[in-house]
């Protein structure tokens, strides 16, 4: 395995538990259950859970790109 091949795999890694974590992390448009039991209002205070939201919208379709290109880039290199 060539250094390259290293460095890539690493990055690779690095950018899918990104995603998962940044997926996972993103609120629903869904109220459900979680207004009955008063899960609606978070300790985050709504001003900090918006502005992560708009964070987590914006990078997880960049992340999402470069973790694309990457994974092309290594097919193409151990092609």
Same mark, same amino acid.
């Given at each position: 395995?060539?250094?390259?091949?290293?460095?890539?795999?690493?990055?690779?890694?690095?950018?899918?538990?990104?995603? %998962?974590?940044?997926? $996972?992390? /993103? =609120? =629903?448009?869904? /109220?459900g259950?979680? %207004?009955?039991?008063?899960?609606g209002?978070?300790? $985050?205070?709504?001003?900090?859970?918006?502005? #992560?939201?708009? #964070? #987590?919208?914006?990078?997880?379709?960049i992340?999402?790109?470069?973790?694309?290109?990457?994974?092309? %880039?290594?097919?193409?290199?151990?092609?």
């Amino acid at each position: 395995m060539s250094p390259i091949e290293l460095t890539l795999g690493i990055i690779l890694v690095v950018f899918a538990v990104f995603l %998962v974590v940044a997926v $996972l992390l /993103q =609120s =629903s448009n869904e /109220q459900g259950i979680g %207004v009955i039991a008063g899960a609606g209002s978070s300790f $985050l205070g709504k001003d900090r859970s918006n502005r #992560l939201d708009k #964070l #987590l919208n914006k990078l997880t379709p960049i992340i999402a790109g470069a973790f694309a290109v990457i994974v092309l %880039v290594m097919y193409l290199i151990v092609a």
